[in-house]
């Protein structure tokens, strides 16, 4: 298994541009978490969803933010418009929430820069 | 009392000694406490998970001790090697088919040569 993918790796874009993130979780997962990290905030959830529906999406900061997973395969993170704050590493993870204690898979990172 | 705090933020251990990160939770109805490991530039990974049910769990060069009355946990890892250089996060989490994991802040580990 190739493991959790997340596309691009790296973004650098400019304030007030839209950025989507993209990830594909392992094959027969039905879990999927956003994390954000920073090195002032820490490892942060901002959503998780089972079986493509969201779950939780408190840690979502604002309404800029948005997150879809319109099948078992693909989720997105977006952000529109995008601002300097946001830069941060943005991390996918996902796991098989059989109802055992679940381990969860974490992906690369896409390391976003908003200038 | 979803948080889980973490200690030292930072810490500088010799090769071969001890490593010792701690961590204590409010929540008594986490069940799940794993560690994961993040080396720089890859996402972290699970390193090793205790239940309440027992006081300790070993696996290898790594150690993690659990006192429930406490509600504190922590990990040890002996033989600290140049390798082990990372950051460290622990975690709780509840018995769920989605349950989210609570990650405590990190802790930043540079074993020196």
């Known amino acids: 298994d190739a493991g959790v993918i997340q596309s691009p790796r790296h973004e650098v874009t400019e304030m007030g541009q839209e950025v989507t993130l993209r990830c594909k979780p392992i094959?027969?997962?039905?879990?999927l978490f956003w994390y954000r990290q920073t090195m002032m905030r820490g490892l942060e959830l901002l959503i998780y969803?089972?079986?493509?529906?969201?779950?939780?999406d408190s840690g979502m900061p604002e309404d800029r933010f948005s997150a879809k997973m319109p099948n078992a395969s693909f989720s997105t993170l977006k952000i529109q418009p995008s601002e300097p704050r946001d830069s941060a590493v943005y991390f996918c993870?996902?796991?098989f929430g059989g109802g055992q204690y679940n381990e969860q898979f974490f992906g690369p990172g896409t390391r976003l820069t908003v200038l | 009392q979803q948080q889980v705090k973490q200690s030292p933020q930072s810490l500088i251990v010799q090769k071969g000694g001890i490593s010792i990160i701690n961590c204590a939770y409010e929540?008594?109805?986490?069940?799940?406490f794993p560690w994961y490991q993040q080396f720089p530039g890859k996402g972290p990974a699970l390193l090793i998970a205790?239940?309440?049910?027992?006081s300790e769990k070993k696996e290898g060069r790594f150690t993690i001790s659990f006192n429930k009355s406490a509600k504190q946990f922590s990990l040890h890892i002996m033989d600290s090697q140049p390798g082990d250089s990372a950051t460290y996060f622990c975690?709780?989490?509840?018995?769920?088919?989605?349950?989210?994991?609570?990650f405590g802040s990190g802790t930043r580990l540079s074993i020196r040569p």
């Open positions: 993870a996902s796991s």
């Open positions: 094959s027969g997962h039905n879990s």
């Open positions: 969803f089972n079986n493509n529906v969201p779950i939780d």
């Open positions: 929540n008594t109805a986490f069940d799940y």
């Open positions: 205790i239940r309440p049910d027992v």
């Open positions: 975690a709780a989490s509840r018995y769920s088919s989605a349950s989210k994991i609570i």
